[in-house]
């Protein structure tokens, strides 16, 4: 992400990169300037869904607990 966006704006360099699984959730710091966060996830979008397949649990077992928590179901990633 910090490569790509580096070609956009030399003060990429002061960007958090950062992704995490917190509990059943990916969690992905992004720019605080809506611009720079749709350009950031747009760098990143790819490879969510090789992180649900390689992450504890899966893909289906997630929508299945949110449902059960009551949470909106998440859809399906555009990409697919």
């Known amino acids: ?3 790509e966006s580096m070609k956009i704006t030399k ?3 002061l ?3 950062l992704a995490v699984v917190v509990d059943k959730s990916l969690v ?9 966060a749709l350009e950031c996830l747009g760098f990143v979008v790819g490879a969510i869904p090789h992180c649900v397949e390689v992450t504890p649990g899966s ?16 859809q399906r ?3 697919e």
């Open 1 to 3: 992400m910090r490569i």
């Open 11 to 13: 003060n990429a360099i």
């Open 15 to 17: 960007s958090r990169n």
């Open 28 to 36: 992905i710091c992004l720019p605080g300037k809506p611009s720079g």
């Open 59 to 74: 893909a289906d077992e997630l929508l299945k607990s949110k449902a059960a928590e009551g949470s909106r179901t998440p």
């Open 77 to 79: 990633f555009a990409t």
